[in-house]
């Protein structure tokens, strides 16, 4: 059941625009029609400002995203899809049919777990030189089963006709496996569900390329 709030301020998203749990919110938002602000967090700069004091007292695990929304403060993207999809009216994130519901979020966690968390910032960080190999790895080894569960669910979207959270934890994953030069290609039903999300207007405005913290080099 949708719940409704009257909310007076927006929520506020304190993110990255590379992020990709950053990127998953923002979509969220767009696609949910939700006005909200943003302050940038620099993971690169002045040694990464999630490490500051300041952003500890919101997200203690010094991630991003954090989000304050309703008085409260959540801090990890699926949680946060999955409470302004309770609480807020428009399209619905997460299918009302409890099969495909449990597909959703089958998929989301195989992406938000299995293979995102392996090639963050943080964890590239700490393996040096061959950063690039061991994100190839992952993000491959990942892929390989993606693939064939979205062949089984996937209609237009990843789970049948409805854009779903698991649409929005995909286009940010794909993003991550051609920075580090996957050959996205040998997972067609992945390349095809990617290309078809990004023509839809909410994938585009939230893409990393045209956000407020967006590096004027990196800008489309």
């Known amino acids: ?9 927006k929520p506020v998203l304190h993110g990255y625009f590379r992020s990709s749990c950053s ?17 940038p967090v620099n993971l690169i700069k ?3 400002q999630q490490l500051t004091e300041q952003y500890k007292a919101l997200n203690p695990m010094q991630q991003v995203p954090a989000v304050e929304i309703d008085g409260i403060i959540l801090s990890q993207s699926l ?21 495909k519901r ?3 979020r089958m998929l989301s966690d195989v992406i938000a777990s299995g ?5 963050n910032l943080y964890v590239i960080q700490k393996i040096g030189a061959e950063k690039a190999q061991w994100a190839q790895h992952f993000i491959n080894r990942g892929f390989q089963a993606l693939e064939p569960m979205l062949k089984q669910t996937a209609g237009k ?3 049948g006709d409805e854009i779903s959270m698991a649409d929005i934890c995909l286009v940010p994953q794909v993003y991550n496996a051609e920075r580090f030069k996957v050959d996205v290609g040998l997972y067609p039903t992945i390349q095809r569900l990617n290309q078809t999300l990004l023509e839809i207007e909410a994938f585009k405005l939230s893409h990393p390329s045209c956000q407020p913290d967006t590096p004027d080099d990196l800008r489309v």
């Open 46 to 48: 002045d040694g990464g």
């Open 79 to 99: 949680a946060v899809i999955q409470y302004i999809d309770e609480t807020r009216q428009g399209p619905r994130l997460l299918p009302a049919d409890p099969k």
């Open 115 to 119: 293979i995102q968390p392996l090639q």
């Open 1 to 9: 059941m949708h719940l409704s709030f009257v909310c007076l301020t």
């Open 102 to 104: 449990a597909q959703v």
């Open 23 to 39: 990127w998953r919110l923002r979509i969220a938002f767009a696609l949910k029609g939700i006005e909200y602000d943003q302050v």
């Open 157 to 159: 979207y990843c789970v």
